[in-house]
């Protein structure tokens, strides 16, 4: 696995990518193709604005499998701690340990670092019982949203 920064040509990969997080969803909500796209193309525009005003530096980073784009992490860096804003993989890379081993990389840089983790989920994401068995403890709950962290360990 490697990661490495998303380029203006990513963009449609990214998407696409994004699309497919909320496959299941658009099928559930019985909208017509047409209608699918142009909601998912709404909503992808409104996240990308959303996450650029909140973290401009953040760094877009491409998870690949033998140089096949699979996934993305967006993370941003700030003085007193990491922030993972955003993380996916295609459907069929799901499942497979790459998540854990893209999140235990940047757990290994905040480790090198001294700095907390931090992420948000929405507690019916399946991807709580992973943050969780990686050591991810809440901080804060609302009904929508779970704000965890994980501290690395202390130095001897």
Known sequence: MELRKSETEDEGFLYELYASVREEEMRLWGFSKPEREAFLR???????????????????????????????????????????MDIALLPENRGQGIGTQALRRLMGECGASGKPLLLSVNPINPALALYERLG????????????????PPIPK
């Open 136 to 151: 991810f403890s809440p901080q804060r709950k609302t009904e929508t949203c779970w704000e965890l962290s994980w501290q």
């Open 42 to 84: 709404m909503q992808w525009t409104m996240q990308a604005r959303s996450y650029g005003l909140q973290a401009p530096d953040a760094d877009s980073l491409l998870i690949c499998i033998g140089g096949r784009r699979i996934g993305r992490m967006l993370v941003h860096r700030a003085g007193s701690f990491v922030r993972l």
